[in-house]
C-alpha cells in the first residue's frame, strides 16, 4: 500500500520525495465587462421599452378606451379628451354608463392606464440618462417624463373620482380635466425631450460641459 506524504515525511524526513498538486486555473477570474458589452445591454432594454411603450399606448388609447365608447352611447372616454372636459360632459357620460361600465373603465386604469406611463417614463429616463452627459440638462430633460408619470397616474384617480359621484362635482371634474390636459401635452414634451437626447447622443459634444479657458 503506497505511503502517504506525512508518511514519508516522517520516515525518511526532509530527503522524503513528496509529490507535488496543484490547483487548477481559475476561470473567468474577473466579472468585468466591456463598455461596448454594457451599451449594447443597455440599446436592448431601451429598443424593448419602446416597443412595450407603443404597444401599451395603442392597447389603452386606440382599443380599450374607444371600445368602452360602445357602453357610453359612443360618448369618449375623459382619457381620450386631449381638451380637457367639463361638468356637463362627465354627467352625461354618467348617465350613459352603468356601475359596470365605470367598473371597467377603473379596472382598465388600474392595469394598462398604470402600465403605460410606468414603463414609458422608465423608458425615456434610461433614454435621457444614457444619453445627455451634462449633469443640470439631464435632470432637466427627466423632469419632464418624471411629471408625466406622476400626473397620468393622479389623472387616473380623479377621472375615477369625478365618475363615481352620482351627480358632478364642479373641483373633482376640474382636477380631473386638468390633469388629463396636462398628461397629454407632458407626453408630447416627453417624447420632444426624447428626441432632444438622442440628437444629444449623436453630437455628444453638445451635451458636455464646456472646457474652462484659462
Known sequence: MAKTPAQRIKKHGSKAAVPQHSLPPVINPTTSR????????TNLILIAGVVASLFLFWYFHLLTLQQLTQLSGG????????GGFDTSYV???NAAMDGDARGQLNYIHKTA????????????????GTSVARKSLRWA???????????????????????????????QVALASGLTVAGWVLFVLSLLAGAAAVFLRKTPFLGKKPAKIG
Open 141 to 171: 430633460l427627466w423632469a419632464v417624463p418624471l411629471v408625466f408619470v406622476v400626473v397620468r397616474l393622479w389623472g387616473n384617480v380623479a377621472i375615477d373620482a369625478a365618475l363615481a359621484s352620482e351627480t358632478a362635482d364642479a373641483g
Open 75 to 82: 360618448l369618449a372616454m375623459p382619457d381620450s379628451l386631449v
Open 34 to 41: 466591456s463598455p461596448q458589452a454594457a451599451q449594447n445591454n
Open 91 to 93: 354627467g352625461q357620460l
Open 113 to 128: 392606464g398604470t402600465l403605460f406611463p410606468l414603463i414609458f417614463g422608465f423608458t425615456w429616463l434610461l433614454l435621457i
